[in-house]
């Protein structure tokens, strides 16, 4: 497979596509490129016709896969399938048994009115012997239970699958030929009863903060067992010594800090539904109950770590990608005519674009920006549609609202999209503030 972008080869590999058939009906390639702001990336792809299927030859060694590029080293242990090493420029940021399926005790009460924290630890999920293993796996032969599925020029995909009692995982690591981004993609049939599901991410790093994504800002979360609520990531800051770790997620909300772990909540198992009544049962105890978050479910983590400043700049916008993913589209345009030119454009990672919209006068566009981090920030702004382009300051945590109206010309406005007396006028001469 060959894939071009911009007329130039881009790194990349075939992988299992989302089917069975053993027809070339549709392929899955995976690769890595910048996408242009505001406007479609097309990328060419031609295939290779090969007498047969590359072979896979990494193998563990001395009872682990590891795995290194120019800045990240991971083990993943073959015995137990769990993460024993997450190095990031000679720094290691998780210890032993790092991504372990945790089941907490809990109760029939899906509103949990009486604690703010799950727990003890009731048990963990282990890693399968190679009979159950390809068993559950639905394979006919069998096979190790941690094992390399995908190994290309863009990354190497370990899978491993483990059990407790009578639910399953499926767990997977993707690891990046270049940068320090690790996907984690949990698939789980969850079959128990009055218990709760958690990944356990025990750091090496001495964190001294937890850190929240919430509704434009961050939020500093608990370090005591207690149950916290953030939105999109959460971040372990060693700001002694300039060290942090970032968990993007893509659904979840709950976690907490226990020791010196992060612990991401997947699911429960409560009854459907039930509320704790005085000494009454809370469910009857001569019938089944139906329960929920039972079946299968998938849950996708991307761990990054580095200097704490340059993570929290990055991740935001990160997590943002991952939550409002682009999608492929299969066409070809001729090329005639001009090509559009985009809405925004913005030089600053910090800075998100939270929203952009119809205005409700429906006279132009109205669009958002929101400062991300808790520094001053700066933003050349530029919009080529309207031949604007200015300089724009945050402070912290700053939000900012700007309408552009049908005659192409821009303003600052408030949330309710209405124009203070003294705002701030753009125009179209791509010659900045007027």
């Not at 972008?5 to 089917?19: D, L, M, R, W, Y």
């Not at 996408?35 to 060419?44: A, C, E, I, Y």
Request: charged content about 25%; glycine content about 8%; proline content about 5%.
């Amino acid at each position: 497979m060959t894939v071009l972008g911009n007329g130039k080869p881009i790194a990349s590999q075939i992988e299992q596509q989302h089917s069975n058939l053993a027809l070339d009906w549709r392929k899955r390639i995976v690769f890595k490129t910048r996408l242009k702001p505001g406007s479609v990336s097309r990328f060419d792809c031609t295939l290779k016709v090969l007498n047969r299927k590359p072979a896979i030859t990494r193998r563990p060694r001395n009872g682990f896969y590891i795995f290194k590029n120019d800045i990240l080293d991971v083990r993943v242990n073959a015995a137990t399938g769990l993460v024993d090493r997450y190095a990031v420029a000679g720094v290691n940021y998780l210890t032993q048994g790092a991504f372990c399926p945790l089941v907490l005790r809990d109760n029939e009460d899906p509103w949990e009115v009486s604690a703010t924290a799950f727990g003890p630890v009731a048990g963990r999920f282990r890693l399968m012997d190679k009979t159950k293993g390809s068993r559950f796996s639905g394979l006919k032969n069998t096979i190790e239970s941690v094992r390399v599925i995908e190994d290309g020029d863009v990354r190497t995909v370990i899978e491993a699958v483990l059990a407790y009692k009578e639910s399953f995982i499926c767990q997977r690591y993707a690891l990046p030929k270049q940068g320090s981004e690790v996907m984690v993609e949990t698939r789980v049939l969850w079959n128990q009863k009055n218990s709760m599901l958690k990944l356990e991410l025990p750091l090496a790093i001495n964190a001294k903060r937890y850190l929240g994504h919430t509704a434009f800002g961050v939020q500093t979360l608990p370090m005591n067992g207690t149950e916290a609520v953030a939105q999109k990531w959460v971040c372990a800051a060693d700001d002694a010594n300039g060290l942090g770790l970032t968990c993007i997620n893509d659904g979840i909300y709950g976690s907490d800090w226990c020791g010196n772990s992060i612990r991401p909540s997947l699911l429960r198992a409560p009854a459907y539904s039930a509320h704790p009544v005085g000494n009454a049962p809370t469910c009857p105890p001569d019938r089944f109950s139906p329960r929920i978050d039972q079946g299968e479910h998938i849950f996708r983590f991307w761990i990054n770590a580095g200097n704490i400043d340059q993570r929290l700049r990055a991740v935001s916008a990160e997590a943002q990608v991952k939550n409002e993913r682009p999608y492929a589209l299969s066409f070809f345009p001729k090329g005639d005519g001009s090509q559009p030119k985009p809405v925004v454009v913005l030089d600053n990672q910090a800075i998100e674009l939270s929203c952009l919209k119809r205005a409700q006068n429906d006279d132009g566009w109205v669009f958002r920006l929101f400062n991300t981090t808790d520094c001053k920030q700066s933003l050349r702004l530029r919009l080529p549609i309207a031949g604007v382009r200015s300089t724009c300051r945050f402070g912290r945590y700053e939000i900012k609202t700007f309408r552009l109206n049908s005659d192409g010309v821009l303003s600052e406005v408030n949330l309710l999209e209405e124009e203070a007396p003294d705002a701030c006028i753009y125009h179209n001469t791509m010659a900045g503030k007027s």
